[in-house]
């Protein structure tokens, strides 16, 4: 028997530890933006949150074994993770979920509540606890979900992972489909800041213009996104003009990379 369902109301550097209000890090398990040779890429997203209350798992890519393989290269042991964040409905997000859970299924797992019902319950037999979500929810201390957001005609759901420090908010998306600016403003009622410090991960910018790409880097530096991290869906001339503004502060985040106080794993 599967347990109860609840349902409730993402380098080449590693950042300096005084960069961060705590001693967070994030390494990219699965992107198809290479930087590890040793690693495989492949389309999808997932990224390891650790240093906070529970450590944390956004997304788990595309496929299981990819993402298994990947996380003994980098070292990182699954029986570690106490937290999987699943942002939206797209197997390249969810496609490695299964998979992990036979690694270690003592782990609560937060999907958005629009996911079909006979996914929640796969992931329930797999023996974790699963939390449906559909409004804003407190992960842990310090650390929250957005709830759903609408993308696509309204039709795709997301929720975004939303860390509070004293540099400012950290913003981890997955695909970001109801517009990166519109899920940074969202963090920001959320927690009643206005400082962003990080925003990192997929944001959906491949199939827009380059003057629609540039009137978004506008509205996020209006905003006050202090350094940024888009990969994955993002797009190559996309991420090349966050680049070119944010400068030193942009961050290369290809498979395999991580942004943060942790010593950088050594691959075999």
Known sequence: MYKRILVIVLFSVLVPVAAFAQDISFTILYNNVPHNEELTTAWGFSCLIEGLEKTILFDTG????IL???MEKLKVDPQKIDVV???HIHWDHRGGLLSLLDKN?????????SLPQDFKEKVGRKGAKVVSVHNPVKICKSVYTTGELSGFAGWIKEQTLVIDTK???MVVTGCAHPGVVNIVRRAQRLLKKEKVYLVLGGFHLLAYSEPQVKRIIKDLKA???EKVGP?????????ELFRETW???FFDLGCGARLGNAESPKVK
């Open 105 to 113: 299924h003592e782990v609560t797992v937060y999907l958005p509540a």
């Open 223 to 225: 905003i006050g996104v």
């Open 167 to 169: 540099k400012g908010l």
């Open 68 to 70: 298994l393989s990947n």
């Open 85 to 87: 964040v699943i942002s």
């Open 231 to 239: 990969s994955h869906c993002t797009g190559g001339k996309p991420i």
């Open 247 to 249: 400068k030193e502060n």
């Open 62 to 65: 595309g496929d299981g074994e």
